[in-house]
């Protein structure tokens, strides 16, 4: 037994040599353990550096909050530094400083960049495109030659230190910029966005461009000391438009699968995040070592725009917020993990070698001021090319470019890259660190904490006195809502013992008093004394008429992304029609001192009429036909939408003219520019409707089946929160309609028009017809052809037809106005129930094909069919409330959409005869007859009756709608909805003075 134990005990040795394939090493799992405590612990501090950053209070003299990137760049350091002190930790941090920079880069960056891409908007992008790659491309170049000339010439390094292919090396790596600081200040002060887009995009682009320089000279720098391959022109040339091209277009095929499997998924927020993880990894690692051997960053740069632009709208609204919260959380450990790692990895391996010199040090502060110059020299060599693309760039915003070009994470990657290359010098190595570090460092310190002052100090952002007054309101109006609400609450049992002074102290209705009066003497200070009273009830007293203008221009654009996003609400439009008509706003918002300018920048987005021509004359060909159709019905189909609800909303704010404080004269004026952008979307349209009917009918049909589809499934969530469907049909319903959904954006539309026999079964006032009926109207009706200015009918003429337009534009004239009518639309209603006169002159503004009905058939119809007849009064008072714009009342101001869907549920047709007596409790609209009140007022007809407490006697036979409810609750309800309420801004201030007095006999009773 004996032997046998001392045979295996002299056997182990011989055993340890080949282990077992399952045998892991404890310790190494010790040591992974520490690594994984490490990392969780450097997202912990980030998290306490992240608050004492949003904690840390503006300085006394000019600095900003101390940027958060250098914070966590110097706990690296520090850590790194201390790292043989820390134990654990510092073991842990010792393994992490020997990680390779390239698996930063393979692990860190593509997140890093895929997010930033990802979450930029794309039309502001779109519109700054030529500029970004100005700065990004060229510009990197340019700027990576300058810094490499300030390293050779004026800081006199030679080459022992760095050739001159290594200078322009270290040049690629510093030209990188990380303006993460500057952007989010910029964002803080309400810096114009597409300022803000021009330096976030340049930092998007020129990470991976300077790369790409940064590997080209990296190779003639081996190449020249004979430790790398010979390079030709012909290689340069291929290799540079492979890795600048190649990349970014992988990035789009990519994308363009991605977006095509995420168009199948619904209501899976997991599957949709991981996604968007996988496509990103798989994009860089295939375009970096599989395939096309290229910028594996700039192809993640490709795939991250392209889901800006499409891959969003394939994403469902339901888990949009999931997967941008995911990537949030991701972007924000990333980036505090890659710093904190390259500040290990500076700390440990560069600060405490001696390959740096003291005079190294002083050359560091020179260089930053020449990098700034570089910078300077390299936007001015572009700058006469950035004025004439893009946004317009002012001369404070030009220094702010140049002052904000941070250096960041890619930088310092680049420069570890280099000092782990054994085939580059030690002290060139150890220098490309050493100054990436410390720019990074210094950039950040410096530029990130005083571009506040600069910025305020330029006066960059505009600060007019309207905008103060109308924060001013804001704050009061918030003082008033807030003490309603601590009445509510004070007459709640459960709060009767309740210390209401302190709750005033602690809701801070003392410092926003405080704020208040700051700004009356700054508006005081900035309009004089002797103009007007700060604390004026009237926000526009005292202004110029250049401010009016800029003040209703300004409420005019807040107004329309409201409503924007009440259509989308509503599912009358779709997202990115949303983000491209609020992102026009915003622009707008930017510029009140112009002159309204809404649908030209939305017109830029748009595909000219020729290629659309091209995609609809190829439809039919095989293999291609099927994406030329798709195409056409997505791309059209944007179009449409946009351009339908533009015209829409900006309808809704003009019929809203008399609800703004301002001078009605300024209103005026600035409302004939709205009416001008109006009257551009309305030809455009009308050009649209005219060119491709067919596809115009497709587009409607998808519009109205996507729009139905997602109010079914709000009515659905509604009720199921309601508690009126089980979780069990509430799964299956919602599944079904969501299937509906995906099968409808996979639906392949015919794109030919209908014969009008199809066309007038489905017209919207002949449903409901019986067929003999629908016989009847078919039969009596024939095609005609109108040229462009030719008279349709005239008025005053007698009346035998009347028309549905197949193709083409109308224009319906009249006394005092017009009505512009397009594809599918009657011309007119008001003609079936006249006297047997056309009331209007009808003329084809462009060549127009239209189908005549009989007018004598319709009007049988009318007879005996009550809800045909109904919906044929209601609709003509769209025309009646223009011809008869005196008698009309608050029909007027009403949007007609709004008007016609009151009509439809909150009123009836009635009939009278001669001496009948009427009640009019809601009021009411008279087509035919006559009336008289208690009072002997006459009311002729196509007049609005208002509200009555008695009846009304009929004078004459004749035609009436009886309202349920009362018609101006639309309008009060609308301008509640868009704060337009002309009396809440002088209760306001009544009620804020009354409040502001208590407090002060609170604080003196205190005292």
Same mark, same amino acid.
């Given at each position: 037994?004996?032997?046998?134990?001392?045979?295996?005990?002299?056997?182990?040795?011989?055993?340890?040599?080949?282990?077992?394939?399952?045998?892991?090493?404890?310790?190494?799992?010790?040591?992974?353990?520490?690594?994984?405590?490490?990392?969780?612990?450097?997202?912990?501090?980030?998290?306490?550096?992240?608050?004492?950053?949003?904690?840390?209070?503006?300085?006394?003299?000019?600095?900003?909050?101390?940027?958060?990137?250098?914070?966590?760049?110097?706990?690296?350091?520090?850590?790194?530094?201390?790292?043989?002190?820390?134990?654990?930790?510092?073991?842990?941090?010792?393994?992490?400083?020997?990680?390779?920079?390239?698996?930063?880069?393979?692990?860190?960056?593509?997140?890093?960049?895929?997010?930033?891409?990802?979450?930029?908007?794309?039309?502001?992008?779109?519109?700054?495109?030529?500029?970004?790659l100005l700065l990004a491309g060229p510009g990197c170049g340019w700027g990576a030659i300058l810094l490499g000339g300030v390293f050779k010439l004026v800081l006199q390094y030679d080459d022992n230190d760095m050739t001159w292919y290594q200078a322009f090396t270290l040049g690629s790596v510093l030209s990188a910029t990380d303006p993460v600081a500057v952007v989010a200040l910029l964002k803080e002060l309400g810096a114009s966005l597409a300022f803000n887009h021009l330096i976030e995009g340049e930092a998007l682009l020129n990470d991976g461009v300077a790369m790409v320089f940064f590997i080209f000279f990296n190779k003639f720098s081996k190449a020249q000391s004979g430790k790398g391959e010979a390079v030709t022109a012909s290689q340069v040339v291929i290799n540079f438009i492979r890795n600048s091209f190649?990349?970014?277009?992988?990035?789009?095929?990519?994308?363009?699968?991605?977006?095509?499997?995420?168009?199948?998924?619904?209501?899976?927020?997991?599957?949709?995040?991981?996604?968007?993880?996988?496509?990103?990894?798989?994009?860089?690692?295939?375009?970096?070592?599989? $395939?096309?051997?290229?910028?594996?960053?700039?192809?993640?740069?490709?795939?991250?725009?392209?889901?800006?632009?499409?891959?969003?709208?394939?994403?469902?609204?339901?888990?949009?917020h999931s997967v941008h919260t995911v990537w949030g959380f991701v972007q924000y450990s990333c980036d505090t993990l890659v710093f904190v790692l390259v500040g290990i990895i500076v700390g440990t391996q560069v600060i405490e070698e001696t390959f740096i010199h003291k005079s190294d040090y002083i050359r560091m502060i020179v260089f930053y001021f020449f990098m700034i110059l570089a910078r300077f020299i390299m936007i001015l060599t572009f700058w006469p090319l950035l004025r004439c693309f893009g946004y317009p760039i002012s001369k404070p915003e030009f220094i702010v470019l140049v002052y904000g070009g941070l250096r960041g994470a890619l930088g310092l990657t680049l420069s570890l890259m280099v000092g782990c290359d054994e085939e580059l010098p030690a002290r060139f190595r150890h220098l490309s660190v050493f100054y990436a570090a410390g720019m990074a460092a210094i950039t950040n310190l410096v530029n990130g904490t005083t571009c506040k002052a600069l910025v305020q100090y330029l006066e960059m952002i505009e600060n007019p006195v309207v905008k103060k007054k109308v924060y001013k309101k804001y704050l009061e109006e918030l003082i008033v809502n807030s003490q309603d609400k601590m009445r509510e609450l004070e007459s709640d049992q459960f709060y009767s013992m309740a210390d209401w002074n302190q709750v005033n102290q602690l809701i801070g209705q003392p410092k926003f008093?405080?704020?208040?009066?700051?700004?009356?003497?700054?508006?005081?200070?900035?309009?004089?004394?002797?103009?007007?009273?700060?604390?004026?009830?009237n926000l526009y007293e005292g202004l110029t008429d250049q401010e009016i203008f800029g003040e209703v221009r300004y409420r005019i654009y807040r107004i329309l992304k409201g409503l924007y996003y009440d259509k989308f609400e509503y599912g009358l439009c779709e997202e990115d029609t949303v983000r491209l008509l609020v992102e026009s706003s915003d622009i707008g918002l930017d510029h009140t001192k112009s002159i309204l300018n809404i649908w030209d920048q939305l017109y830029k987005n748009f595909l000219n009429f020729s290629s659309v021509n091209f995609f609809f004359k190829v439809k039919e060909i095989p293999l291609i036909g099927a994406f030329a159709k798709e195409y056409?019905?997505?791309?059209?189909?944007?179009?449409?939408?946009?351009?339908?609800?533009?015209?829409?909303?900006?309808?809704?704010?003009?019929?809203?003219?008399?609800?703004?404080?301002?001078?009605?004269?300024?209103?005026?004026?600035?409302?004939?520019?709205?009416?001008?952008?109006?009257?551009?979307?309305?030809?455009?349209?009308?050009?649209?409707?005219?060119?491709?009917?067919?596809?115009?009918?497709?587009?409607?049909?998808?519009?109205?089946?996507?729009?139905?589809?997602?109010?079914?499934?709000?009515?659905?969530?509604?009720?199921?929160?309601?508690?009126?469907?089980?979780?069990?049909?509430?799964?299956?319903?919602?599944?079904?309609?969501?299937?509906?959904?995906?099968?409808?954006?996979?639906?392949?539309?015919?794109?030919?028009?209908?014969?009008?026999?199809?066309?007038?079964?489905?017209?919207?006032? $002949?449903?409901?017809?019986?067929?003999?009926?629908?016989?009847?109207?078919?039969?009596?009706?024939?095609?005609?052809?109108?040229?462009?200015?030719?008279?349709?009918?005239?008025?005053?003429?007698?009346?035998?037809?009347?028309?549905?337009?197949?193709?083409?534009?109308?224009?319906?004239?009249?006394?005092?106005?017009?009505?512009?009518?397009?594809?599918?639309?009657?011309?007119?209603?008001?003609?079936?129930?006249?006297?047997g006169t056309c009331m209007s002159t009808a003329k084809a503004t462009a060549d127009s094909l239209l189908y005549s009905l009989n007018l004598k058939i319709l009007r049988e119809l009318m007879q005996k069919n009550p809800e045909f007849e109904f919906k044929i009064y209601i609709n003509s008072i769209e025309y009646l409330r223009k011809m008869f714009e005196s008698q009309a009342g608050p029909l007027v101001n009403l949007e007609i959409k709004r008007l016609l869907d009151f009509f439809r549920t909150k009123s009836k047709l009635k009939k009278l005869t001669q001496n009948q007596?009427?009640?009019?409790?809601?009021?009411?609209?008279?087509?035919?007859?006559?009336?008289?009140?208690?009072?002997?007022?006459?009311?002729?007809?196509?007049?609005?009756i208002p509200p009555q407490e008695t009846e009304c006697l009929a004078t004459k036979d004749g035609v009436c709608l009886i309202f349920d409810d009362q018609v101006d609750s639309l309008n009060t309800q609308m301008l509640k909805q868009l704060d337009l309420d002309p009396h809440k801004d002088q209760q306001i201030q009544e009620r804020y003075s009354q409040i502001k007095r208590t407090s002060l006999q609170e604080k003196k009773k205190h005292h």
């Amino acid at each position: 037994m004996a032997e046998h134990e001392h045979e295996f005990e002299g056997g182990e040795e011989e055993l340890e040599a080949p282990k077992d394939s399952l045998w892991r090493d404890e310790h190494a799992m010790e040591k992974s353990a520490n690594i994984v405590y490490f990392l969780t612990l450097g997202i912990v501090s980030g998290l306490i550096l992240r608050e004492i950053n949003k904690k840390t209070k503006q300085s006394i003299i000019v600095l900003s909050r101390f940027p958060y990137s250098p914070m966590i760049l110097s706990l690296g350091i520090l850590i790194g530094l201390l790292q043989k002190s820390l134990g654990y930790i510092g073991e842990s941090a010792s393994i992490l400083s020997k990680m390779h920079p390239h698996l930063i880069v393979f692990v860190f960056v593509p997140v890093l960049l895929f997010e930033s891409a990802f979450n930029c908007d794309w039309y502001t992008f779109k519109y700054q495109m030529v500029n970004i790659l100005l700065l990004a491309g060229p510009g990197c170049g340019w700027g990576a030659i300058l810094l490499g000339g300030v390293f050779k010439l004026v800081l006199q390094y030679d080459d022992n230190d760095m050739t001159w292919y290594q200078a322009f090396t270290l040049g690629s790596v510093l030209s990188a910029t990380d303006p993460v600081a500057v952007v989010a200040l910029l964002k803080e002060l309400g810096a114009s966005l597409a300022f803000n887009h021009l330096i976030e995009g340049e930092a998007l682009l020129n990470d991976g461009v300077a790369m790409v320089f940064f590997i080209f000279f990296n190779k003639f720098s081996k190449a020249q000391s004979g430790k790398g391959e010979a390079v030709t022109a012909s290689q340069v040339v291929i290799n540079f438009i492979r890795n600048s091209f190649v990349g970014p277009i992988l990035g789009l095929v990519l994308g363009i699968l991605a977006a095509l499997w995420t168009k199948r998924i619904l209501g899976d927020d997991i599957e949709v995040t991981w996604l968007t993880f996988v496509f990103t990894y798989l994009t860089f690692y295939w375009a970096e070592f599989c $395939f096309f051997k290229t910028s594996g960053l700039l192809a993640v740069v490709g795939l991250g725009l392209f889901w800006s632009a499409f891959g969003k709208t394939r994403i469902r609204s339901s888990v949009e917020h999931s997967v941008h919260t995911v990537w949030g959380f991701v972007q924000y450990s990333c980036d505090t993990l890659v710093f904190v790692l390259v500040g290990i990895i500076v700390g440990t391996q560069v600060i405490e070698e001696t390959f740096i010199h003291k005079s190294d040090y002083i050359r560091m502060i020179v260089f930053y001021f020449f990098m700034i110059l570089a910078r300077f020299i390299m936007i001015l060599t572009f700058w006469p090319l950035l004025r004439c693309f893009g946004y317009p760039i002012s001369k404070p915003e030009f220094i702010v470019l140049v002052y904000g070009g941070l250096r960041g994470a890619l930088g310092l990657t680049l420069s570890l890259m280099v000092g782990c290359d054994e085939e580059l010098p030690a002290r060139f190595r150890h220098l490309s660190v050493f100054y990436a570090a410390g720019m990074a460092a210094i950039t950040n310190l410096v530029n990130g904490t005083t571009c506040k002052a600069l910025v305020q100090y330029l006066e960059m952002i505009e600060n007019p006195v309207v905008k103060k007054k109308v924060y001013k309101k804001y704050l009061e109006e918030l003082i008033v809502n807030s003490q309603d609400k601590m009445r509510e609450l004070e007459s709640d049992q459960f709060y009767s013992m309740a210390d209401w002074n302190q709750v005033n102290q602690l809701i801070g209705q003392p410092k926003f008093i405080e704020k208040i009066e700051k700004l009356e003497t700054e508006i005081k200070y900035m309009v004089g004394s002797n103009k007007v009273a700060a604390n004026s009830s009237n926000l526009y007293e005292g202004l110029t008429d250049q401010e009016i203008f800029g003040e209703v221009r300004y409420r005019i654009y807040r107004i329309l992304k409201g409503l924007y996003y009440d259509k989308f609400e509503y599912g009358l439009c779709e997202e990115d029609t949303v983000r491209l008509l609020v992102e026009s706003s915003d622009i707008g918002l930017d510029h009140t001192k112009s002159i309204l300018n809404i649908w030209d920048q939305l017109y830029k987005n748009f595909l000219n009429f020729s290629s659309v021509n091209f995609f609809f004359k190829v439809k039919e060909i095989p293999l291609i036909g099927a994406f030329a159709k798709e195409y056409m019905i997505k791309h059209l189909g944007f179009v449409y939408d946009v351009t339908t609800t533009f015209l829409s909303c900006a309808g809704e704010v003009l019929h809203l003219t008399d609800s703004f404080p301002m001078g009605k004269d300024a209103v005026r004026l600035v409302m004939e520019e709205m009416t001008r952008e109006i009257d551009k979307a309305e030809g455009y349209l009308g050009i649209l409707n005219d060119t491709f009917p067919e596809i115009v009918r497709a587009i409607q049909t998808k519009r109205a089946s996507h729009s139905i589809l997602t109010h079914q499934r709000h009515y659905l969530d509604d009720t199921q929160q309601n508690g009126l469907v089980d979780e069990k049909e509430y799964q299956l319903l919602k599944k079904e309609i969501n299937n509906r959904l995906v099968d409808l954006e996979n639906h392949q539309f015919e794109m030919v028009l209908p014969s009008f026999h199809v066309l007038a079964m489905e017209f919207p006032i $002949f449903s409901g017809l019986v067929s003999t009926d629908l016989d009847n109207i078919i039969k009596s009706s024939y095609e005609k052809r109108f040229a462009c200015d030719e008279i349709i009918y005239e008025q005053g003429m007698t009346c035998q037809n009347i028309f549905i337009i197949s193709k083409g534009n109308v224009v319906d004239e009249f006394e005092g106005g017009s009505i512009k009518k397009g594809l599918g639309s009657l011309i007119t209603y008001t003609n079936l129930i006249g006297d047997g006169t056309c009331m209007s002159t009808a003329k084809a503004t462009a060549d127009s094909l239209l189908y005549s009905l009989n007018l004598k058939i319709l009007r049988e119809l009318m007879q005996k069919n009550p809800e045909f007849e109904f919906k044929i009064y209601i609709n003509s008072i769209e025309y009646l409330r223009k011809m008869f714009e005196s008698q009309a009342g608050p029909l007027v101001n009403l949007e007609i959409k709004r008007l016609l869907d009151f009509f439809r549920t909150k009123s009836k047709l009635k009939k009278l005869t001669q001496n009948q007596k009427c009640d009019f409790i809601f009021g009411g609209y008279l087509f035919r007859g006559e009336l008289k009140d208690i009072n002997n007022k006459v009311y002729p007809q196509y007049s609005y009756i208002p509200p009555q407490e008695t009846e009304c006697l009929a004078t004459k036979d004749g035609v009436c709608l009886i309202f349920d409810d009362q018609v101006d609750s639309l309008n009060t309800q609308m301008l509640k909805q868009l704060d337009l309420d002309p009396h809440k801004d002088q209760q306001i201030q009544e009620r804020y003075s009354q409040i502001k007095r208590t407090s002060l006999q609170e604080k003196k009773k205190h005292h």
